[in-house]
DNA sequence: CTAACAGTTAGTACTAGGTACTAACTTCTA
DNA sequence: TAGAAGTTAGTACCTAGTACTAACTGTTAG
């Protein structure tokens, strides 16, 4: 492929950009794709500070591979830290940037609600079960980096119905607060 | 760590295990958790199967590389299939297995939740925006591969307070309902 | 008791995809 | 036309392996 003549400048700003959207290319592909030789295409990645093929790799491999936890986790969205099967229960989630709004930093809502509805889950006394209603309300935003606290209760419960209530604080301020019902299914 | 003697099957069982809790160990990591030389190591993952360091780095950083932007996204959940800004809209959640219970295979509230807030967040005509409320019931479980379709309401408008309705339906059955107040912040 | 075998260890040659470095060549430019 | 910038060539070395041969250890069957 060799592109006739453009400037280092230009090569290193496109080697930049090529490697960005695919972090998998070796840098004899590179040297192909821009019709230079290999040491060219190393000096400019020592330029660049831009690491070699197997350190890219493990980069995305490592970054995605806590995400992928934190978001689908085992089962339950943040850190259990205490629970009294029936009564009542705590976790933590520590919330990152990946969870927020780019320009903002706020959590997305739905990743409290998510450690809420966990929690509630966790804390009855049933194999499985699903939220049939919800009634929540967010008191205030929540920062990326911030701790979250979530306290569950579970207030009534009435065949295989069970109501409980959640509540978030971040600092002792609340943030959340929700009443969950929730129906285990019985197999 | 050596541990006084396991038998080889023993020690091939607990080398995948723990291969799959954290693919990132090389095979001189693994002689020492096991106790044995690092030729045994390459015998057991010869005999089982298992490729080497770099190839496991490289295959999560693959499978992640698609997977993570489908579950995070840009900023929606699900795919955004019509859209009048300040009134209405329409997006389409796949789900898979991946958003289920492992067990029953019934997809997890949370995702749900998801794609009906970022539409209720899409559809207002404003930057940023958080749930301050909301009121929601799930009517029905949803399987994994099952096609959620939510629909959004734009109901009332007071000041940055924005009242939106979602609807989700699988096949004309409506699955969940919604009700979000979303505030803008400006900023 | 010993031969046979599984299991383990040791060692060598080779590989990909590099780093780090020296040296030389080409091209532009003052 | 000298010198600097940019490029290329080549070497030694690195990691985390594969593939292979050879030898050693421990158990077990005849």
Request: cysteine-free.
């Amino acid at each position: 492929m060799g592109n006739k003549k453009i400037s280092k400048k230009e090569r290193q700003r496109k080697l930049t950009k090529r490697l960005t959207e695919d972090p998998f290319l070796t840098d004899e592909e590179l040297m192909d794709i821009f019709g230079v030789s290999i040491q060219t295409i190393r000096l400019d990645r020592l330029e660049l500070g831009i690491p070699e093929l197997r350190e890219r790799v493990k980069q995305v491999a490592e970054l995605n591979y806590s995400k992928v936890r934190a978001i689908k986790g085992t089962e339950i969205i943040g850190e259990l830290v205490d629970l009294n099967l029936g009564e009542n229960g705590i976790s933590i989630l520590a919330t990152n940037k990946d969870m927020a709004f780019k320009k903002t930093h706020i959590i997305r809502g739905h990743h409290i609600f998510a450690q809420a509805e966990s929690l509630a889950m966790a804390v009855i006394d049933a194999d499985v079960a699903l939220t049939g209603v919800a009634n929540i309300k967010y008191n205030n935003p929540v920062k990326a980096g911030q701790k979250l606290i979530a306290k569950a209760q579970v207030v009534r419960k009435r065949g295989n119905k069970y109501f409980v209530h959640v509540f978030i604080y971040v600092e002792q301020e609340q943030v959340f607060r929700g009443k969950f019902i929730l129906v285990s299914i019985d197999e």
